[in-house]
Antibody, heavy 122, light 107 residues
Framework: QVQLVESGGGVVQPGRSLRLSCAASGFTFSSYGMHWVRQAPGKGLEWVAVISYDGSNKYYADSVKGRFTISRDNSKNTLYLQMNSLRAEDTAVYYC???????????????WGQGTLVTVSS | DIQMTQSPSSLSASVGDRVTITCRASQGISSWLAWYQQKPEKAPKSLIYAASSLQSGVPSRFSGSGSGTDFTLTISSLQPEDFATYYCQQYNSYPFTFGGGTKVEIK
């Protein structure tokens, strides 16, 4: 069965960086697009970024463009989110998700991890 | 960016009730719409994709319909485990966007 396990969250000061990881198993990781979605405390869901199966295409929400970078290592079945210049408004639970059925990452989120909490605070 | 508007933002219903949640897109998105369920302190779960395709393992009391700009999620007979928050999401164009959510509470 599909399993996605996020890690790397924690408390970080504004302006600093953090890298999240998402370990995937139970499916052919290198065949699917992958997404990051976040949820601020008590708020709704916000789509953050997507990467295609081979890493050649990446798209971002305007709120993180230029500060966050999505990447993947298919040899390790792992998805990453490098977060730079963090702000208080980036505080959220970050979820990784497997694309429903496309390699390009043009589909919805079919399976979700349990999330990792990032708190940006001085 | 495409804006997704859900209504109502919350509702109270009883076990056995038929519940309908609507989602409207600010521009046409064909059938590129998904629905998710989220319970407190849990990750979202996919219910429906392509507006009306039921995710594997999801009970048949859940159904989706619509195309273009107007969509609905229907729960035909509400069960105790269905009390949760529901989100729609468009994946017609980047950035993919979610609706604000509909919280379904026990009456």
């Amino acid at each position: 069965q599909v399993q996605l396990v996020e890690s790397g969250g924690g408390v970080v000061q504004p302006g600093r960086s953090l890298r999240l990881s998402c370990a995937a198993s139970g499916f052919t990781f290198s065949s699917y697009g992958m997404h990051w979605v976040r949820q601020a405390p008590g708020k709704g869901l916000e789509w953050v970024a997507v990467i295609s199966y081979d890493g050649s295409n990446k798209y971002y929400a305007d709120s993180v463009k230029g500060r966050f970078t999505i990447s993947r290592d298919n040899s390790k079945n792992t998805l990453y989110l490098q977060m730079n210049s963090l702000r208080a408004e980036d505080t959220a639970v970050y979820y990784c998700a497997k694309d429903q059925e496309t390699a390009a990452g043009t589909g919805p989120c079919g399976y979700w991890g349990q999330g990792t909490l990032v708190t940006v605070s001085s | 960016d495409i804006q997704m508007t859900q209504s109502p933002s919350s509702l109270s219903a009883s076990v056995g009730d038929r519940v309908t949640i609507t989602c409207r897109a600010s521009q046409g998105i064909s059938s590129w719409l998904a629905w998710y369920q989220q319970k407190p302190e849990k990750a979202p779960k996919s219910l429906i994709y392509a507006a009306s395709s039921l995710q594997s393992g999801v009970p048949s009391r859940f159904s989706g319909s619509g195309s273009g700009t107007d969509f609905t999620l229907t729960i035909s007979s509400l069960q105790p485990e269905d009390f949760a928050t529901y989100y729609c999401q468009q994946y017609n164009s980047y950035p993919f966007t979610f609706g604000g959510g509909t919280k379904v509470e026990i009456k």
